[in-house]
């Protein structure tokens, strides 16, 4: 799997200059191979069919995922990360589940996904922010784990932006982008840290290379 741009154009047109990397090995180049099977995402305006490729060098095959979404999961990254937002509020899974019409059983495995993860995943951002920050400022524990992670991740986020510029190659970098791009998706699958991304296309800084930047 590859986070790659929501624009599919652009895609297409990395895939053919070549410009998009293997994950599986140190020096493939991707070259556009089919497609994956189109899947209905809530929250977005129509069905999604990921682009797959093909390593020129090692011949395996990866799909595409835009950075709008998540592996393995129906719904656009940005309402899951609302929904992990307003709980980290203190607002409960079925208020979540109301307020964006999603069934309360969802919302709650959602939740219950990222609780058995969350100083991994933490400390995972917060090792961005420090390797790619220029300055980068460390939030306080606010004594809620969810909170605390969040905050990490919008540190690496300010970082990020902060070297970069907040347009990366995957558009703007907003704090669902960066836990998609960052986790190669991973963020609610099973399987962290999620040690594919610090292989592949951009063998430096993790979020530097999956974020394209
Ligand atoms: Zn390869």
Redesign the pocket.
Known sequence: MVTVERDPRHVESRLLAGKIG?P??PD?ILTGWGYARRRAIIGAAAPIRPRRGR?R????THVLLPVTLLLRRAYLADLIWQALTANAHGVGHRTIADRHQVPASTVRGWLRRISCRLEPVRTWFLGIAVRVGVDPVIPKATGSPLADTLAAVAAATAATTGRFGSEGMLGPLTAAAMATASSAGRLLSPGWPPASVAVGATPVAPAAGALGL
């Open positions: 293997c599986s090995c493939g390593c060098a090692c011949r395996a």
